[in-house]
């Protein structure tokens, strides 16, 4: 079964500096999918970045960016000019390959993400 | 547009009661989710469906769990004789096909309290 581990309950950044929260993930296959996603208190998922197993070129989105490694199995993601918007709970997730995408996805246990003013 | 709605968005029921909830995905996503959000176990992956079959019930907890959906749409997750470990919050994601390259969308959960 495929694992996620996120080692940061929880993170403290001040506004405008940069943040890089850290995910790492098991398992022995070799196309899958890799999220992560932003949860305010409002409770709604957001998806704030993805990347394809296959592209060895990190994505991009904004102010975020992923450094993906797929040899270690790892999966980091950057804030940079950290925001007090961003502020949420962190969670890195992973979706396997299946042609048909019948797996739901695995989440880590997510990472505090503070904004300090 | 609308996004995916669910209700009730917090519910307080008695041990052994019943509950039912809701989840509206987005109009023309064919494939819908359901997770679990405890403080226990974090995010759990429960179910899906391509529009009205789920073809794995695996992930449900155990029988006193069950979900089906209606016209390819809304979705109804029910607990029989809710037990207090059922107290979580229960999302529901839609994406427009079943693919993994889909993206999952997901509603603001509903909080259910087992007293």
């Known amino acids: 079964a495929q694992t996620v581990t996120q080692s940061q309950p929880e993170m403290s950044v001040q506004e405008a500096e940069t943040v890089t929260l850290s995910c790492t993930y098991d398992?022995?296959?070799?196309?899958?999918?890799l999220f992560w996603y932003k949860q305010p208190p409002s409770r709604q998922m957001i998806l704030v970045i993805r990347?394809?197993?296959?592209?060895?070129q990190n994505a991009t989105e904004n102010r975020f960016s992923v450094n993906f490694q797929k040899a270690a199995k790892s999966f980091s993601l950057k804030i940079s000019d950290s925001q007090l918007g961003d502020a949420a709970m962190y969670f890195c997730a992973y979706r396997k390959y299946s042609g048909g995408g019948a797996d739901g996805l695995t989440f880590g246990k997510g990472t505090h993400l503070i904004i300090q003013p | 547009g609308a996004g995916v709605s669910q209700s009730p968005s917090n519910k307080v029921t008695e041990k052994g009661k019943d509950v039912e909830l809701r989840c509206d995905p987005i109009?023309?996503?064919?494939?819908l989710y359901w997770y679990r959000q405890s403080l226990g176990q974090g995010l759990e992956f429960l179910i899906y469906?391509?529009?009205?079959?789920?073809?794995?019930k695996s992930g449900l907890p155990s029988d006193r769990f069950s979900a089906e959906r209606t016209g390819g749409s809304v979705s109804t997750l029910t607990i029989q004789r809710t037990q207090q470990e059922d107290s979580a919050v229960y999302l529901c994601?839609?994406?427009?096909?079943?693919?993994?390259?889909?993206?999952?969308?997901f509603g603001p959960g509903t909080r259910l309290l087992v007293l």
């Open positions: 990347q394809e197993a296959y592209k060895q």
């Open positions: 109009s023309g996503h064919t494939a």
């Open positions: 994601a839609s994406s427009p096909q079943r693919r993994t390259t889909e993206t999952q969308y």
């Open positions: 469906f391509q529009g009205n079959s789920a073809p794995d």
């Open positions: 398992t022995s296959e070799s196309d899958y999918y």
